[in-house]
């Protein structure tokens, strides 16, 4: 009798000195701020460092409210992740991605499907998108997944999806080897070094919600006739690349980056943003280039360049706006030159920045 005594006595102090812990945990940590879209002056915080970036988000600051009526959808090319510079040429002024950032980044822009460009797929790239998978499962309370396409040396680049999945299911995940000019059949996907479109069926968990095709796209970079000649000639085969999709639902979207630096000079470059806004025009089922806000998602040399773009189907009635906005150190910097010493963000994340589309999460087909 005395033991059970002393047991249950045991349980009832242990049960409620960890419903105290708890009231006094909450208690310290006061009740969480109401969500509410940013001020520019919050947004150019997220991109000033790590600990300005949790800052705002502790707050409640967030790029956009969540709103369950909207699917947000976005393009980064996260450079050389998770290195933040090619392995085999380290570069001591371009330190590793800072995963703490990118995932308050992440948070703070509330995009629901995420396309990434330049992810490594080594043991240590691995590793970094397994961490950054956990960090945003424990700030979201939501479970986010990642896919990457699986041809290609570990130690280059790869096209992949991050998405959160309590909002959205990607089913039928594949290589579109049609998107690499080199390529000739699903046998050789990653021919030349160069990446294939990197496929998905979306599915909102909302129903009726919307459903769409999404393909994350990463051109050949270079500023040569060369190069431009081969971002053309993968453009010119996505209706092949799309056309056994379009029987199910011809929404598609396109994002990635596309590299559209023209041959070394600004006059071949607009000539190819021209070219790319009429070419994809023709490919069925007829693509809208969404103009970005503000006109530029990457720096070189001090001067700004829009190099990551969405395509939209025509047709797809789900777009809310028929523009992209644009977030990052670009826009704080407003696409003007930047002189001296790039933003930290440049730095410890990436050289190019994120683009961000929001779709009705209605199924208006």
């Known amino acids: 009798m005395q033991v059970w005594f002393l047991v249950a006595s045991f349980i009832v102090v242990a049960t409620f000195g960890w419903i105290n812990a708890v009231l006094a945990y909450a208690f310290k940590a006061g009740p969480h701020p109401a969500v509410h879209q940013s001020t520019s002056a919050e947004e150019a915080l997220v991109w000033k460092s790590s600990t300005h970036c949790e800052r ?16 947000r959808v976005g393009t980064w090319n996260i450079r050389w992740f998770p290195h933040g510079n090619p392995p085999d040429r380290p570069d001591r002024s ?73 909002r959205v299911t990607l089913s039928a995940i594949q290589s579109l080897w049609h998107l690499n000019s080199k390529a000739t059949s699903a046998q050789n996907p990653c021919e030349g070094g160069l990446r294939p479109g990197h ?32 971002r ?39 000539s190819e943003l021209k070219y790319l806004r009429r070419m994809v025009a023709k490919e069925s089922p007829g693509f809208h280039d969404l103009a970005p806000k503000p006109r530029c998602s ?30 990052g150190y670009c826009a704080v910097a407003g696409c003007r030159r930047i002189k001296g010493q790039y933003p930290l963000a440049y730095r410890r994340l990436s050289d190019h920045c994120p683009v961000i589309i929001e779709i009705k999460n209605r199924d208006l087909d």
């Open 94 to 166: 371009m330190p590793p991605t800072d995963l703490e950032w990118l995932t308050c980044a992440i948070v703070w822009m509330q995009t629901d499907i995420l396309v990434v460009q330049e992810s490594l797929t080594t043991t240590e790239a691995r590793s970094a998108w397994a961490r950054t998978l956990t960090a945003l499962d424990r700030r979201t309370g939501a479970s986010w997944q990642w896919s990457v396409q699986p041809c290609g040396r570990p130690d280059g680049h790869h096209v992949g999806v991050l998405w959160n999945a309590n």
């Open 298 to 327: 990457h720096y070189f040399r001090g001067q700004s360049n829009w190099l990551d773009h969405v395509l939209v189907a025509q047709d797809m009635t789900e777009m809310r706006t028929r523009s992209a906005r644009v977030t």
């Open 56 to 71: 705002v988000v502790k707050d409640g600051g967030r790029m956009a409210v969540p709103n369950p009526d909207v699917l």
């Open 232 to 270: 053309h000639a993968a453009l010119n085969r996505v209706d092949s690349a799309v056309a056994r999709f379009l029987k199910e639902d011809r929404d598609v979207i396109i994002l990635g980056d596309f590299n559209t630096m023209g041959a070394g000079d600004r006059h071949s470059q607009r």
């Open 199 to 230: 496929y998905a069926r979306v599915q909102s968990k909302r129903q009726p919600g919307a459903d769409f095709h999404v393909i994350g796209l990463h051109l050949k970079s270079g500023p040569t006739v060369f190069a431009v000649e081969t």
